[in-house]
């Protein structure tokens, strides 16, 4: 693994901001509230169930966990999205944290869950050792992270315009490949490695239900971080270039009318400790 630094310090920078955590929430978290009830399901969580949501971001996650019956802590780094998880689930118990270095003892929990959280940790093997580390034996980790561009209309769309008119003198801090955690082949072996068994992983047909063709540019822009260290650094130019793209790539593949629905898929992976 690289050296993810300023990635990870972006990160934080970047969740911290309100502004970010009030349009991811009201905006881009449409499609990832889709898949709270398959993450819930996939947790075995039950009535009388002690869980750890990690990466809680707005609460959606640990809300479907408590409706099903658990006690839950959710845990973020974000201060401005654990503000707005409190305020949105004040049934659960919210704590600031490192998902990297979780503030709890071993065997403490009989599900954790990280609803696409996996992609903002600079080091996410840790992460992952740190769920293993505290689950019960038999406890569960489910996590959900976002498909890559060639199962994924919505980020083939977005980072497609980007890669086609963006301009060659914006780019990120080195950081996690986006999409690995969505893929077996990378997935799988990381999760064995931190002592964990029978992983499996299923789609959830998340999408996008948008008034305006633009919406998915302002989605990224607005609501998430790498996204926004791409494309609000943009030229002027630039920036009008890859949203017409965009506008142009959705009214061809979706039609003229609203509402547009664009797919946006996750796969849900879980294991057993």
Not at 131 to 160: C, E, H, M, N, T
Request: glycine share 8%; proline share 7%.
């Amino acid at each position: 693994m690289g050296d993810f630094t300023k990635f990870g310090r972006a990160e934080l920078k970047g969740w911290s901001e309100p502004e970010t955590a009030k349009a991811y929430a009201e905006g881009f978290a449409s499609a990832a509230e889709q898949c709270v009830a398959d993450i819930v399901e996939v947790s075995h969580v039950a009535q009388g169930s002690v869980a750890l949501d990690v990466c809680c971001g707005q609460g959606s996650v640990a809300k479907g966990l408590s409706t099903a019956g658990a006690h839950v802590t959710g845990l973020d780094f974000s201060p401005a999205m654990l503000e707005i998880a409190c305020r949105e689930v004040p049934t659960v118990n919210f704590v600031e944290g490192d998902a990297s270095s979780l503030p709890f003892e071993d065997d403490s929990f009989d599900a954790v869950t990280m609803g696409f959280g996996i992609l903002h940790i600079p080091d996410a093997e840790a992460a992952i050792r740190e769920a293993k580390r505290v689950l019960r034996p038999g406890g569960r980790f489910v996590y959900s992270v976002w498909q890559a561009p060639d199962k994924s209309p919505a980020f083939r769309i977005v980072f497609g315009a980007i890669e086609k008119f963006g301009s060659k003198e914006v780019s990120l801090p080195p950081g996690p490949p986006l999409h690995a955690f969505a893929s077996p082949e990378y997935a799988y072996p990381v999760l064995e490695a931190a002592g964990f068994t029978e992983a499996r992983m299923r789609s959830s047909n998340s999408v996008w239900t948008v008034s305006s063709p633009r919406t998915p540019y302002d989605y990224f822009r607005e609501g998430t971080v790498r996204g926004a260290l791409l494309l609000r650094s943009q030229p002027a130019e630039n920036a009008s270039a890859i949203r017409d793209a965009i506008e142009k790539a959705v009214l061809e593949e979706f039609g003229s009318d609203a509402p547009w629905i664009i797919p946006i898929p996750a796969a849900i992976v879980s294991a057993t400790a």
